[in-house]
């Protein structure tokens, strides 16, 4: 089945500065992956998600790059702020069930400080 | 449009208590997930559901543990006999198609004393 880690578990960054989170898979089967924001109290919101077909998708001040020969991909986001602050959970597919499920990373704490 | 719903947020239960979490899906959507995250944790994947049907519970225990999806009224996650170990953040997650895209709920925080 997939197996799906994270890194930094934790990472500051000053505002304004860019923070670069990063994920790698087992299962070279997987095809979609999403990243969610949990903040503190509240449930995941996703925020961004790519499938295997492409190699890079943008939205605003967030990008997700995706490197399917290394079986990584990465979150991006550029101009931090401070309302940026929150865990970070990558996921990817796993194909184990009847219908496939999500494997969540360990999440990635960030901390941008003003 | 509405996001999902879960109830109650908090609850308390005593060991050998019964627990029942609720979740009612986006206005749309018909397939239904739950994830149970422990602190510091990750979310893990327990049970898919579409209306009355359980499609995957290959990562719920198959001892204490059952949900449901009725045709009318949200779904159920039942914990029967609780344990301390399954204090834990519950959390459901609606989609209009499947396993991709999936939206959380704000999940239920449990506590078992």
């Known amino acids: 089945g997939e197996n799906v880690e994270q890194h930094p578990s934790t990472l500051s960054v000053q505002e304004g500065d860019s923070a670069v989170i990063k994920c790698t898979y087992s299962d070279s089967a997987s095809n979609y992956f999403p990243w969610y924001k949990q903040e503190l109290g509240k449930g995941p919101q996703l925020i961004i998600d790519?499938?295997?077909?492409?190699g890079e998708k943008k939205d605003q001040r967030i990008a997700v790059t995706l490197n399917k020969t290394a079986k990584h991909f990465s979150l991006h986001i550029t101009e931090t702020q401070p309302e940026d602050s929150a865990v970070y959970f990558c996921?990817?597919?796993?194909?184990?069930?009847?219908?496939?499920?999500?494997?969540f990373g360990k999440g990635t704490k960030l901390s941008v400080k003003p | 449009n509405a996001g999902v719903m879960q109830n109650p947020r908090h609850l308390v239960r005593r060991r050998g208590q019964e627990a029942r979490l609720r979740c009612s899906p986006m206005?749309?959507?018909?397939?239904v997930y739950w994830y149970r995250q422990l602190p510091e944790e990750g979310l893990k994947f327990m049970v898919y559901?579409?209306?009355?049907?359980?499609?995957?519970e290959s990562g719920m225990p198959k001892e204490r543990f059952s949900a449901e999806f009725p045709k009318e009224g949200p779904s159920i996650l039942r914990i029967q006999q609780v344990v301390r170990g399954d204090s834990a953040a519950y959390f459901c997650?609606?989609?209009?198609?499947?396993?991709?895209?999936?939206?959380f709920g704000p999940g239920t925080r449990l506590t078992v004393t």
């Open positions: 559901l579409q209306k009355e049907n359980i499609i995957d």
């Open positions: 996921a990817g597919l796993n194909y184990g069930g009847s219908q496939g499920n999500l494997i």
């Open positions: 997650a609606s989609s209009p198609r499947g396993v991709y895209e999936q939206y």
């Open positions: 790519i499938r295997s077909n492409v």
């Open positions: 206005k749309g959507h018909s397939h």
